[in-house]
């Protein structure tokens, strides 16, 4: 059966006449498989359709957003109400301190949040205000990390930019990325390193406290804290990007995991719930150097918008209910020592990864801590098994250097069948490439 169907491929071409490449966003081009993406018209809790009424279960969720799953009903509700009192007023609204107040008091590093609308917009201002308060122009990044697509931060980027094997970006002056350096992830030498090239003029380290953007890469044991050492010996402020994290693996992100505090966080996905949100936020004597109180300028017309903050506090709300996270968590376990137990019996090297309901796999036998080694593993092999977990209406990813993430809306249908997908999809790359 021709994948995607007939209604799909004739909708995306009809896409690629009016949109750039079809897409709205790179990575949905599916370039590393084929570049004919599946034109997808549905959404109900874990699972998805495409035009010609394939269904999937979804491990992409939107890139994150959507733990509850698809329309999932009371934000829906929540939406529709908003909406229906207006859509934007340019204007402080109730519901943007109500979220204010929920997200500050979910993450022990935030007295206050600014809203945004995107997670560039987050880690772009964040970074503004970084430079603002240390008068320092340097930013310290990860190779493979993945921060949205501001000028200085498309350095050594992973998702779509690894995807596309353009870690860099055309259009962006040597002069802009001039001012940040990329270092292996997990290497605190080379942090080190930075810090000594350019010595009192680093203004900020920005990571994700886990690795998203290049496949899934925890945090090796000491790194966050190491980070958190260095930059308060140079005087630099740590930045968590938890645009992935935020609210995912955690209810107050991965800082509450790793106990390590950043003096400002980036959020996004998760904390619109599936509507365009992104929030930066620290000590509130940072965040006051911010417009209109201090000189950093941000601004935003729908930033904060009523509709979109329905969107999140609906998420938030019902994210909130004791063991919701440990039950997603444990439910991704079940899946990926599932799929763990399928790989070894089909022969395939494969390292999995998990942090809470985010997950990731390489088609490598040597353990995966950075990028150079996310880039060694067998895309080859990637792209087969992931081709047919795909036709088989498993929706993944369509790159190696993402991550997966799981909804409360996955259950035993759909652990069965993802786990009935994968042994034909490890049994066809094992035919394939032995
Ligand atoms: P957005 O500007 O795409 O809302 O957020 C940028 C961003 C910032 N920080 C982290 C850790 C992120 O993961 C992202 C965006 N994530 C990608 C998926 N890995 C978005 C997908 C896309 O680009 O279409």
């Known amino acids: 059966m021709a994948f995607p169907g007939p209604r799909s491929r004739a909708l995306f071409a009809a896409a690629q006449r009016v949109i750039p490449g079809g ?175 350019h010595r009192g003029d680093v203004a900020a380290v920005i990571v994700e406290p886990v690795a998203g953007n290049m496949g899934l890469v925890l945090p090796a044991p000491g790194f966050l804290a190491g980070l958190r050492a260095l930059c308060d010996r140079e005087g630099a402020l740590l930045v968590f990007d938890e645009v992935m994290t935020g609210f995912r693996t955690a209810w107050g992100g991965w800082q509450t995991v790793c106990g390590v505090r950043p ?20 000590a509130r004597a940072l965040m006051r150097q911010l417009a209109p109180e201090g000189p950093c300028y941000q601004a935003g017309t729908l930033s904060g918008n009523p509709v979109a903050m329905a969107a999140g506090l609906a998420c938030l709300g019902a994210a909130r209910r004791r063991g919701f996270h440990d039950r997603l968590a444990a439910w991704t376990t079940t899946l990926v020592e599932g799929l763990r137990g399928l790989a070894a019996d089909h022969r395939q090297a494969v390292q999995f990864a998990q942090a809470g309901s985010m997950w990731g796999y390489f088609f490598s036998a040597e353990a995966v801590g950075e990028y150079a080694a996310a880039a060694r593993s067998d895309t080859a092999r990637w792209a087969t098994f992931c081709a047919a977990m795909v036709e088989q209406g498993v929706y993944l990813a369509p790159s190696p250097f993402e991550a997966a993430f799981t909804s409360a809306a996955h259950g035993k249908q759909e652990l069965d069948h993802t786990l009935r997908a994968a042994g034909r999809a490890f049994a066809r790359t094992r035919r394939l490439h032995g």
């Open 23 to 197: 897409v709205n966003s790179p990575v949905r081009a599916w370039k590393r498989l084929g570049g004919r993406p599946p034109v997808v018209v549905a959404g109900k809790g874990a699972w998805i359709v495409d035009a010609d009424r394939r269904r999937y279960v979804d491990y992409v969720l939107s890139w994150g957003p959507l733990i509850h799953g698809h329309a999932h009903p009371a934000t829906v509700r929540a939406v529709r109400a908003a909406a229906g009192r207006g859509l934007s007023f340019g204007a402080p609204c109730p519901a943007e301190a109500e979220l204010a107040a929920l997200v500050c008091a979910a993450l022990p590093s935030m007295e206050q949040v600014r809203f945004v609308n995107s997670g560039t917009e987050a880690t772009m201002s964040a970074l503004r205000l970084a430079r603002a308060a240390t008068r320092r122009a340097m930013v310290v990044k990860f190779d493979g990390c993945y921060h949205g697509h501001a000028d200085h931060l498309l350095v050594a980027a992973g998702s779509g930019c690894a995807t596309l094997g353009q870690p860099d970006s055309a259009g962006v002056p040597a002069s802009f990325a001039a001012k940040t350096a990329s270092v292996p992830y997990n290497d605190l030498a080379a942090v080190e390193q930075a810090f000594a090239a």
């Open 263 to 282: 003096d400002l966080t980036c959020l996004g996905k998760v904390v619109g719930g599936g509507l365009p949100v992104g929030a930066y936020g620290g």
